[in-house]
């Protein structure tokens, strides 16, 4: 079992950043690939950002690209999602999720282990 637990949500206005924690717990982290995921009202969860277990390799959703980054300290068991240049478009909640493997995907069912959620919310 891995448990995921996210920090950093919270309220900013439109331009501002946040920064986003996912810390884990249980099996050893640098065996599973990490990603980022958001679900506002109304929508399907979508793909933000995802990282290799080494963090060699990282993608983005195109809605991010450039504004975002996505980043992990194995030595801390922790991955990152810097956020710049928000926008209210980027109001959702925000969960981490855990791969097992060397290489994340974009598909949400392909995680096996998903955090509870932080809260985005940018307002105009």
């Known amino acids: 079992q891995v448990q995921l637990v996210e920090s950093g949500g919270g309220l900013v206005q439109a331009g501002g950043s946040l920064r986003l924690s996912c810390a884990t717990s249980?099996?050893?982290?640098?065996?599973?690939?990490m990603g980022w995921f958001r679900q506002a009202p109304g929508k399907e969860r979508e793909f933000v950002a995802a990282?290799?277990?080494?963090?060699?390799?990282?993608y983005y959703a195109d809605s991010v690209k450039g504004r975002f980054t996505i980043s992990r300290v194995n030595a801390k068991n922790t991955v990152y999602l810097q956020m710049n240049s928000l926008k209210v478009e980027d109001t959702a909640v925000y969960y981490c999720?855990?791969?097992?493997?060397?290489?994340?995907?974009?598909?949400?069912?392909?995680?096996?282990?998903w955090g509870q959620g932080t809260q985005v919310t940018v307002s105009s």
């Open positions: 990282i290799s277990w080494s963090g060699g390799s990282t």
């Open positions: 999720s855990a791969k097992r493997g060397i290489m994340p995907t974009m598909i949400p069912e392909e995680y096996d282990y």
């Open positions: 249980g099996r050893t982290f640098s065996n599973y690939a």
